[in-house]
Each structure stands twice: as C-alpha cells, then as structure tokens.
Nanobody
Framework: HVQLVESGGGLVQAGESLRLSCAAS????????MGWFRQAPGKQRDLVAR???????YYADSLKGRFTISRDNAKNTVYLQMNSLKPEDTAVYYC????????????WGQGTQVTVSP
C-alpha cells in the first residue's frame, strides 16, 4: 500500500504562485507514475499533470506553460509548481499514484484546497 500526503495549498491572489507537495510512503517501489488532479465544485476530477519514474511528463493542454510537475526521488516527493494562477484554478488538488502495469491511478491523497481570488 502507498500513502500520499499533500501540502502547500492556500489562498492566493490572481497572478501569484503556489507550490504543492505530495509526500509518498509505503510500497514506493510499486509506483510507476504520480500525478496531480483537481476538482472544482460541481465539476469532475480532471488530470492536471503526471510524471513517471523516469521523468516523463504529461500536462493538460490548458495548463501547459503555467504548471510544472517535478519529483525528488530521494525524498519520495512530487511537486506541482503553479504560476500565474487564475480564479478558475480554484479547486481541491489531489495527488495520486499509479502502480506498474496499471491504467488508472490506484492511490489518492486527501486533497488540498487552492483558492485564487480575483
């Protein structure tokens, strides 16, 4: 099993930046990829970005250029750097992990709230 703990959310103004962190523990060896999802009120949970163990990244098209996902393997931590934040980025952000050979994400953090004021 894998445990994920997010941190770094908060309230910021439009144009500011935030960095989210996700610390993983447990059966880390079983994980191939980690990702960030977000869910705004009344909307579905969408993939923001993901990164594999070899550093391959994917971003939602609408977020390319503003968000950057990275990982520190020594700390078993994944980061999401969010720049030029907009009110529409307001959501609960979730960290997730996918096992080797998996298609969907199997493990989820508790979520961290990001609120961007106009």
């Amino acid at each position: 099993h894998v445990q994920l703990v997010e941190s770094g959310g908060g309230l910021v103004q439009a144009g500011e930046s935030l960095r989210l962190s996700c610390a993983a523990s447990g059966s880390i060896f079983s994980i191939n990829a980690m990702g960030w999802f977000r869910q705004a009120p009344g909307k579905q949970r969408d993939l923001v970005a993901r990164i594999t163990t070899d550093g391959n990244t994917y971003y939602a098209d609408s977020l390319k250029g503003r968000f950057t996902i990275s990982r520190d393997n020594a700390k078993n931590t994944v980061y999401l750097q969010m720049n030029s934040l907009k009110p529409e980025d307001t959501a609960v952000y979730y960290c997730a992990a996918r096992r080797w050979g998996g298609v969907s994400f199997d493990y989820w953090g508790q979520g961290t709230q990001v609120t961007v004021s106009p």
